[in-house]
């Protein structure tokens, strides 16, 4: 498949991402067995010691264990990440809000000037255009129409409101029950459909673009958007040198960065898909890796005795039935393996591990019957549960 977007590129996904280093995935992060408390807890004058916050931030739980030289600096830290995700969420990745640059590039679409491309925006279409062309279609950004149709969004904030409340009580496990829940039918997901797809998108110039959005077509960036966001909080590090280490929990991104005090690994958990409020294992990290796992126990609703979650196959327009609970990809990148990690979850263990070594990532699946495939780097970090 050949992308329809033609145009010389100006920046090199390397140049791109080396500034995007951060982590995305599990449910839960375990920050060295530290728990999670809800405000602000720092302890400033006693050397290092971590500043942990829990918020809620786009639409998920924020939860940041930050060490710094000084206990100031760290709580700084987390109020500028903090500020940072909502300047990112208002100005350019809410399709709900108007005043983002993804809703502006929403109402676009079927008009015949088109709309110009953010730098950023340029570079974050490219990257998922080409996570499309090589997962052969099953990642696939354009398919707003069908995720309105389920209304995929409200079980997010559902469920975020749930986790935020959750968290507080030290319980980042949950569950999404949904009143008023439809199954749209098959006339509405094949309208749904045919508004859809990369394939039809059209740009001109170059760095940046111009983008032609057809008619009736909607972004949706929810399976980048905490990568992107991870990205830049990243960025924001790399900008505090007073910052020594950190572990920042997205939704289902995690980011960790620089060094445990203690000298010790960062150890992140994988949720387990069967019994949310445990965990099947756990990476074991040195400094800055992201890790993001697409899971069908993040975001779903259950009517008549089935699950539905919301990761769509483009191909049905329907949750995706492929025999995978949860995917894990785990790489330098923020935006990658976000993305990934939902095309992985789509394409199942074969193709997605020759997808994930396409981009030198590491890739675990836990599948339907409970089995645990982890491509062959992800053993170096990975340690089951006892
Ligand atoms: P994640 O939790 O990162 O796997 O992202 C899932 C989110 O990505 C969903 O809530 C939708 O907003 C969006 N999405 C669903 N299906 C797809 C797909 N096939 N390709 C790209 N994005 C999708
Ligand atoms: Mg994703």
């Known amino acids: 498949m050949k992308w329809k977007i033609k145009r010389k590129k100006r920046f090199g996904k390397k140049e791109f991402f080396s500034r995007a280093a951060f982590g995305v995935a599990a449910a839960a992060a375990l920050c060295g067995g530290c728990g999670w408390r809800q405000g602000g807890t720092g302890e400033p004058g ?221 150890r992140v958990g994988i949720v387990d898909p069967f019994d949310t409020s445990a965990s099947i294992g756990t990476l074991e990290l040195e400094g800055q890796w992201c890790v993001s796992t697409s899971g069908d126990y993040e975001r779903y609703v259950e009517a008549e005795g089935r699950r539905y979650h919301h990761i769509l196959d483009p191909k049905t327009g329907a949750p995706a039935v492929c025999g995978v609970r949860g995917a894990t990809v785990l790489m330098k990148d923020g935006l990658l393996s976000d993305g990934l990690s939902t095309a992985c979850f789509l394409l199942g263990p074969e193709k997605g591990m020759a997808l994930a070594g396409q981009y030198g990532a590491e890739v675990l699946f836990v599948l339907a019957d409970g089995r645990v495939e982890l491509s062959e780097g992800m053993k170096r970090y990975y340690a089951s549960q006892p």
Do not use: H
């Open 46 to 266: 006693q050397g290092i010691a971590p500043w942990r916050s829990t918020d809620v931030a786009m639409g998920t739980v924020v939860q940041q264990t930050v060490y710094a030289e000084d206990g100031g600096a760290a709580e700084e830290f987390s109020r500028q990440a903090m500020a940072l995700l909502a300047r990112l969420e208002r100005e350019e990745i809410s399709w709900r809000l108007d005043s983002s640059e993804a809703a502006r590039i929403n109402v676009s679409a079927g008009r015949e000037e088109g709309i110009l491309l953010s730098e950023d925006m340029d570079r974050l279409l490219e990257a998922c255009l080409e996570l499309w062309e090589r997962s052969e279609g099953a990642f696939d950004v354009t398919l707003g129409p069908v995720a309105r149709l389920w209304d995929i969004d409200r079980w997010a904030a559902s469920s975020a409101a749930q986790k935020a409340a959750q968290a507080e009580e030290g319980d980042v496990s949950q569950s999404a029950q949904e009143a008023g829940f439809r199954v749209p039918s098959e006339e509405e997901i094949a309208k749904a459909l045919r508004l859809c797809g990369s394939g039809r998108l059209r740009t001109e110039g170059q760095g940046p673009a111009r983008l032609y959005l057809p008619e009736g077509m909607q972004l949706d960036l929810g399976a980048v958007g905490k990568g992107y966001a991870m990205s830049k909080l990243y960025a924001l590090l790399e900008e505090s040198p007073a910052v020594t280490g950190a572990v920042l929990s997205l939704g289902g991104s995690i980011l960790t960065y620089g060094d445990r005090p203690d000298g010790g690994p960062w």
